[in-house]
């Protein structure tokens, strides 16, 4: 099956920094989606993103599918920033839109 | 909006107890989705559901069974829950002709 490496596993920062979260995978998808999932186990859509780039606030996306990867930039980060971020991919065809996830980035915003 | 709602937030359980996990969305989604998420090991899939009473296995369904009575709901089973079973299972639904995916706030479940 497809394989999702995230980079860096770990990060943390001082309130104020940018990062850039990577995302790489094996195989031609069909579908990108970010995460970030909250102190409380919730996860929340952040982009869906194939291909291309998005903007949403401090937030964005770019994927070069072609390449294989995708990039979640955070700029300005604050605490609420703090909590994992997930990288999903799905190959299409037949499979109903079923997920693989990465292992996540952990990221710690500080005061 | 879309919302996924799983009907507990944590459970505590003994071994060899019958678990029901229970998922409802509101948003007439065909596909429905349970996870179980592990530190260092991301969301894996359990089991999934492409329409009413029809259910597919994912990556990890050992020890897992499904139910697909209804097409807001999507309960998962644990036959005979074990101390390997303690997790974060999430459930998440989708549009069939949508990509995006909407997740339910979690369940944690404690096997004792």
């Known amino acids: 099956g497809i394989q999702v490496e995230q980079s860096p596993p770990d990060l943390i920062l001082q309130e104020g920094a940018n990062s850039t979260l990577r995302c790489n995978f094996s195989?031609?998808?069909?579908?990108l989606q970010w995460f970030h999932q909250n102190p409380w186990g919730q996860l929340i859509n952040l982009f869906y993103?194939?291909?291309g780039t998005k903007q949403n606030g401090r937030l964005s996306a770019t994927t070069v599918a072609t390449e294989r990867y995708s990039l979640l930039y955070i700029s300005s980060s604050q605490t609420t920033d703090s909590g994992v971020y997930f990288c999903a991919v799905d190959a299409g065809g037949t499979s109903y839109g079923k997920l693989t996830f990465g292992q996540g980035t952990i990221l710690t915003v500080h005061p | 909006d879309v919302k996924v709602t799983q009907s507990s937030r944590y459970l505590v359980k003994r071994t060899g107890e019958k678990v029901f996990l229970e998922c409802v969305q509101d948003?007439?989604?065909?596909?429905m989705f349970w996870y179980r998420q592990d530190p260092g090991l991301g969301l894996r899939l359990i089991y999934f559901s492409y329409d009413v009473k029809m259910k597919e296995k994912g990556d990890i369904p050992e020890g897992y069974s499904v139910s697909r009575e209804k097409k807001e709901r999507f309960s998962l089973i644990l036959e005979s829950a074990s101390t390997n079973q303690t997790s974060m299972y999430l459930c998440?639904?989708?549009?069939?002709?949508?990509?995006?995916?909407?997740f339910g706030a979690g369940t944690r479940l404690s096997v004792l």
């Open positions: 993103i194939p291909s």
């Open positions: 195989d031609s998808v069909n579908n």
């Open positions: 998440a639904s989708r549009q069939g002709n949508k990509n995006i995916q909407y």
């Open positions: 948003m007439d989604h065909e596909n």
